[in-house]
T-cell receptor
Framework: EAQVTQNPRYLITVTGKKLTVTCSQN?????MSWYRQDPGLGLRQIYY???????DKGDVPEGYKVSRKEKRNFPLILESPSPNQTSLYFC??????????????FGPGTRLTVL | KQEVTQIPAALSVPEGENLVLNCSFT??????LQWFRQDPGKGLTSLLL?????REQTSGRLNASLDKSSGRSTLYIAASQPGDSATYLC?????????FGTGTSLTVIP
């Protein structure tokens, strides 16, 4: 089954404790992206990657890191989480075509609480 | 910076009505536009994608159109059903970045 998986689905942590949220897709998509969703603000793009070893900042990259060492995986790293990073996080992937991006597929989300 | 507005923010209609959801971008240079559905506490499900060479797409009771000159898109839902109750999000890309609206929360009353 074609899918985007994220782990963990729920995480409660404390300020300053480094964490990683994993994202994996099995569709051989070039493009992968991380978003955060907050009430009243909608989804905002954190980082994206157009292929292995190619990453770039979205609108809200501060406090986050990413890496793309393999095509299927795109982990999100919070090196020193703070309470303002409490949010619902989504990973997404998309095929890239000459006509532009194909549809984005989303993972189930990771609900993060930073105390 | 691209800003995306969805109107209305919330909508409640009786079952069977046809309805229109609106989405507009401050920068009309949108390449592709995608409509999603999000159920409470769930992820996003893709509904329709309008690619750069297209103006509209249809799937079942759903029809989406994109006016690139104005940066506006509409999602038309025909003969609404209670199962259509959800939040509907539009998203477009400018270059390699994607921008989302804050959504329209739809309730279809049986």
């Amino acid at each position: 089954e074609a899918q985007v998986t994220q782990n963990p689905r729920y995480l409660i942590t404390v300020t300053g404790k480094k964490l990683t949220v994993t994202c994996s897709q099995n569709m051989n998509h070039e493009y992968m992206s991380w978003y955060r969703q907050d009430p009243g603000l909608g989804l905002r793009q954190i980082y994206y990657s157009m292929n292995v070893e190619v990453t770039d900042k979205g609108d809200v990259p501060e406090g986050y890191k990413v890496s793309r060492k393999e095509k299927r995986n795109f982990p999100l790293i919070l090196e020193s989480p703070s309470p303002n990073q409490t949010s619902l996080y989504f990973c997404a992937s998309s095929l890239m075509r000459k006509t532009g991006y194909n549809e984005q597929f989303f993972g189930p989300g990771t609900r993060l609480t930073v105390l | 910076k691209q800003e995306v507005t969805q109107i209305p923010a919330a909508l409640s209609v009786p079952e069977g009505e046809n309805l229109v959801l609106n989405c507009s971008f401050t920068d009309s240079a949108i390449y592709n536009l995608q409509w999603f559905r999000q159920d409470p506490g769930k992820g996003l499900t893709s509904l329709l994608l309008i690619q750069s060479s297209q103006r509209e797409q249809t799937s079942g009771r759903l029809n989406a159109s994109l006016d690139k000159s104005s940066g506006r898109s509409t999602l038309y839902i025909a003969a609404s059903q209670p199962g259509d109750s959800a939040t509907y999000l539009c998203a477009g890309n400018t270059g390699n970045q994607f921008y989302f609206g804050t959504g329209t929360s739809l309730t279809v009353i049986p």
